[in-house]
């Protein structure tokens, strides 16, 4: 069974730019996060995906954006690049949303190093 | 003040020691109670979780829970350098996960 797949491994990029990172979730996983991850404020959370709608949103400027496909696949997108963005952006999948039911099965990637320059 | 708050260490111990690890949190509106590890270069991997006051045993793993005292550990008994990893607590309020800083362990053999 494959993990949850992203892609790049490894970014670099100039202040300024923006940047397209991808996510595959684990097939028949419909919930997607994504966390944002540096030594300084260690793994923040994003925003969670569901169904192609977005449930759930963490504390960061509208610079950052995502979508989810109707296939659950997501994209994360974060437009003007700042130095502070330099960061390991992780995906996490799971096969629940709101999980009041039981198995908090979240299934993290490897993540995207994103370096900003 | 954060909402989750864990010792970052780094901890050093020896193969075969104990180990614990800790957190506190102030939200009462944390449902579930998680703890992962990362290898280096890797994402998170789920070690264990739960959702009540009490201890939860896998293996070598005992996650403790306290929500009176909003207090979370990770017990690793027999611990061996295959361990070494850093563990975050996170912790779980509608979809949401917030995380612990992360505590850097190191078994040597």
């Known amino acids: 069974k494959a993990g949850v797949t992203q892609t790049p491994r490894y970014l670099i990029k100039t202040r300024g730019q923006q940047v397209t990172l991808s996510c595959s979730p684990i097939s028949g996983h419909r919930s997607v996060s994504w966390y944002q991850q540096t030594p300084g404020q260690g793994l923040q959370f994003l925003f969670e995906y569901f169904s192609e709608t977005q449930r759930n949103k963490g504390n960061f400027p509208g610079r950052f954006s995502g979508r989810q496909f109707s296939n659950s696949r997501s994209e994360m997108n974060v437009s003007t690049l700042e130095l502070g963005d330099s960061a390991l952006y992780l995906c996490?999948?799971?096969?629940?949303?709101?999980?009041?039911?039981?198995?908090?099965?979240?299934?993290f990637g490897s993540g995207t190093r994103l370096t900003v320059v | 003040q954060k909402e989750v708050e864990q010792d970052p260490g780094p901890l050093s111990v020896p193969e075969g020691a104990i180990v614990s690890l800790n957190c506190t949190y102030s939200n009462s509106a944390f449902q579930y109670f998680m703890w992962y590890r990362q290898y280096s270069r890797k994402g998170p991997e789920l070690l264990m979780y739960?959702?009540?006051?009490g201890n939860k045993e896998d293996g070598r793993f005992t996650a403790q829970v306290d929500k009176s005292s909003k207090y979370i550990s990770l017990f690793i008994r027999d611990s061996q350098p295959s361990d070494s990893a850093t563990y975050l607590c996170a912790m779980s309020s509608y979809g949401k996960l917030t995380f612990g800083q992360g505590t850097i362990l190191t078994v040597h053999p």
């Open positions: 996490a999948s799971s096969s629940k949303y709101l999980t009041g039911t039981g198995t908090y099965g979240y299934t």
């Open positions: 739960t959702y009540s006051s």
